[in-house]
């Protein structure tokens, strides 16, 4: 797992190994959270990078071009939301699954990330089981094109 991906690891996934179940991004300015989720999702078998900031998270989707992308909501230099309308911005070769994990609850909460190209919405702390149920479902479909 590597905490900033660069341009060397965007190639490198290509021929990483085609074992690879999903590419999977996990931004969150909680340490525990990349590193756990991380860990989880590299052991599985998915090639997975994290990012500590949205920023970080806006670069790491543009290099890696992960398939789904878990991102918690209250990060700094960019927040959740604004990342999530950069990487909407950024044009990939597909658009990644955007997955909301936050510990804000509440239909204002579900609209905004909808608003702001969020697929997906989890409250922290997310449950193991249903993270690795998502992540089954997702990595074996890709986004439709907005």
């Known amino acids: 797992m590597t905490s900033v991906a660069t341009a060397s690891d965007a190639a490198a996934c290509d021929t990483q190994g085609a074992d690879a179940l ?24 998915h090639d997975t990078r994290v990012a500590g900031d949205g920023q970080a ?7 890696f071009e992960p398939e789904i992308v878990f991102m918690d909501l209250d990060m700094p230099v960019l927040n959740g939301y604004e990342a999530a309308r950069a990487i ?24 905004a990330t909808r608003a702001c190209g969020f ?8 449950d193991t089981n249903a993270l690795l149920a998502l992540v089954d479902d997702l990595a074996s479909r890709t986004r439709p094109a907005p």
């Open 57 to 63: 998270a806006v670069e790491a989707a543009s290099a």
């Open 22 to 45: 999903a590419r999977i991004l996990v931004a969150d300015d909680l340490k525990d959270i990349t590193e756990t989720m991380g860990l989880l999702f590299e052991t599985l078998g």
């Open 119 to 126: 697929d997906f919405y989890l409250r922290k702390p997310a």
């Open 88 to 111: 909407r911005g950024t044009p990939l070769a597909h658009q990644p699954f955007l997955v909301a994990l936050t510990a804000s609850h509440g239909v204002a909460v579900e609209v």
